[in-house]
């Protein structure tokens, strides 16, 4: 039965690359023509295969409604949340977990810093938009006229003297981000708070969310927190795949 199943999902890979005959089936699957026949039946009952006037088999319509349907179910806080866990495990700090909707970008979850000093920050709170690192990720994605329309739309308070001043700046920052596939917020929120964040992405390569590792000044120096940044892009990377259903590379430092 197991042979069967394996045999039967290998035919969906296939037809992803295009309509396939009943010949090129059982050539990839290495059985008689019989067999592959079969097994492309079952699925056409199921709606995962359709057979077209040309006699060649393509994916079915339902197999794209149970992917949506699942996509649509998938809860990237609850995948997210035991990554951001292990990272504080690891490092100590906070870790935050935010996405953008309705043209705010929100802090979706939190795991608290093991330290003394604590961040100010809730769960569904609004982030500081024009500085905030997670925040440059999320809206660094979004389509050129849309970033730049919501840009030129937002208000730039200098919260300190590296906060972000006006729109141009915005957008230079947000193609720096883009192009350089993470970003910071080095004091330019509160002097005293630094952060380094890394995009969550989804099937289809779009930043879905934006999960990020903040730390005062008193516990570690920006430079210091910077050296981090690879174990916070591994985490994030960790937490796509999962999100992507994709396999995830073994990474011992993730463990």
Known sequence: MSQTVDRALSILPLLAEGPADLGRVADRLGVHKSTALRLLRTLHEHGLVYRQSDQRYRLGARLFALAQEAMENLDIREIAHPHLVRLNEQCGHTVHLAVYEENEVLYLDKVDSRY??????????????????????????????????????????????????????????????????????LGGHEESINCVAAPVRGVDGRVVAAMSLSAPNVVVTAEELLTLLPLVRRTADAISSEYSGRTPVQDPELR
């Open 116 to 185: 003394p000093v604590r961040m100010y920050s809730r769960i569904g709170k609004p982030v500081a938009i024009t500085v905030a690192a997670v925040a440059k990720l999320l809206l660094a994605d979004l389509p050129e006229p849309e970033r730049r329309a919501v840009a030129e739309r937002l208000e730039y308070p200098m919260y300190t003297v590296r906060s972000t001043p006006n729109a141009p700046a915005y957008l230079r920052e947000l193609d720096r981000v883009r192009e350089q596939g993470w970003a910071a917020d």
